[in-house]
T-cell receptor, first 115, second 110 residues
């Protein structure tokens, strides 16, 4: 158990809908990362938050947005869903370490199926 | 483009044998990390090697790093069926992003 929790575990929805994925980082971790993992694209970095502020952005679509709240939990919002958005969405957290040496602790993921 | 690329894409060995996976990357890095993912589960951190280190051990794992060739290898000795998983290398350069390779699928047959 990594200490990172994600809800829900599974989500089935229809095209055009909007969903919210939730992540609670390990106690004390300030950074939260979101990743999308699909069969054809591998593990793609979406976005990182550090202590409530956006720190880095990766291959995140404009239809997707995220935020990190004062209690450090994070939400990833996916809107106008398309079939191709079906994937595993992972959240990871890390503690601040000097020299970018931190490692990430991954949650169990949310499996999204868009029908 | 992918920063890290694992090789081979898939590897099948017998229990007790050693498994070697390789990772190549393109730009300068601060560190390189290896993660394991059991089917459909979250990734688990295995080992981190800094850019000024050449070799690191952790239990049955041995990681090497050759910054001149921009490559790393992960050796799992005396493999077990429980080692069956996908293995990813992740690199981090001057920016904040972790970049993961496509992974090597390891199957350890009993």
């Amino acid at each position: 158990d990594s200490g990172v929790t994600q809800t829900p575990k599974h989500l089935i929805t229809a095209t055009g809908q909007r969903v919210t994925l939730r992540c609670s980082p390990r106690s004390g971790d300030l950074s939260v990362y979101w990743y999308q993992q699909s069969l054809d694209q591998g593990l793609q970095f979406l976005i990182q938050y550090y202590n409530g502020e956006e720190r880095a952005k990766g291959n995140i679509l404009e239809r997707f947005s995220a935020q990190q709240f004062p209690d450090l939990h994070s939400e990833l919002n996916l809107s106008s869903l398309e079939l191709g958005d079906s994937a595993l969405y992972f959240c990871a957290s890390s503690a601040p370490q000097e020299g970018s040496q931190e490692t990430q602790y991954f949650g169990p993921g949310t499996r999204l199926l868009v029908l | 483009s992918q920063q890290g690329e694992e090789d081979p894409q898939a590897l099948s060995i017998q229990e007790g044998e050693n498994a070697t996976m390789n990772c190549s990357y393109k730009t300068s890095i601060n560190n390189l990390q290896w993660y394991r993912q059991n089917s459909g589960r979250g990734l688990v951190h295995l080992i981190l090697i800094r850019s000024n280190e050449r070799e690191k051990h952790s239990g049955r794992l041995r990681v090497t790093l050759d910054t001149s060739k921009k490559s790393s290898s992960l050796l799992i000795t005396a493999s077990r069926a429980a080692d069956t998983a996908s293995y990813f290398c992740a690199t981090r350069g001057g920016g904040q992003n972790f970049v993961f390779g496509p992974g090597t699928r390891l199957s350890v047959l009993p």
